[in-house]
């Protein structure tokens, strides 16, 4: 079991993505369940294994510059905002509202380019799903990435008429 583990640990580091849960099961020769188990282990020994639409992604530090920003616009905002980080070269990792009864919830957004953006709004008006944002009054945290202090700071000019407050976290 620790050569399967530390096999899929090695596959995650060298993803440049989210790897599919059929694809590790696969590789290992193990089932999808076992995958599961698998990555459970790797979070209870530290590792920052995170599930998304597209599969496992390791996070990890990796000297990317990481922000938590709040954000208040329409639905109708939300392909200026994505694309404007995603073109200035961020890359937004997720979504959070605050919500009265459950409390924080967060939804895994992982775009990058103009490309996964498109996507992500094509899944969005699809799946006829409500944007988190919809839930708390347009206000919402994205945590953003970039990878050195310039960017990010172009990326968040390129979006300054949203932003409510912007919390650093490293």
Excluded: C, N
């Excluded at 639409?53 to 990890?60: A, P, Q, V």
């Excluded at 957004?109 to 347009?138: C, N, Q, R, Y």
Aim: hydrophobic residues 40%; without cysteine; proline residues 2%.
């Amino acid at each position: 079991m620790e050569d399967r583990i530390e096999s899929l640990l090695r596959i995650l580091r060298d993803s440049r993505g989210p790897v599919k849960g059929e694809v590790l099961a696969s590789a290992l020769g193990v089932s999808r369940q076992s995958v599961v188990g698998y990555v459970s282990l790797l979070r209870e020994r530290g590792f920052r294994v995170v599930s998304t639409r597209d599969g496992y992604l390791l996070e990890g530090d990796d000297g990317v510059i990481r922000r938590v920003v709040a954000f208040k616009h329409t639905r109708e905002e939300i392909a200026e905002e994505l694309l404007s980080l995603v073109r200035a070269g961020a890359r937004v990792v997720d979504v959070m509202v605050e919500h009265p009864v459950y409390g924080e919830l967060r939804g895994r957004i992982d775009v990058s380019s103009e490309e996964e953006v498109l996507k992500f709004l094509s899944l969005l008006v699809g799946s006829g799903a409500v944007p988190l944002l919809e839930l708390s009054g347009g206000i919402h945290l994205h945590t953003i990435e970039a990878r050195d202090e310039a960017t990010m700071e172009r990326a968040l000019e390129s979006v300054r008429k949203f932003l409510v407050l912007e919390e650093v976290r490293r």
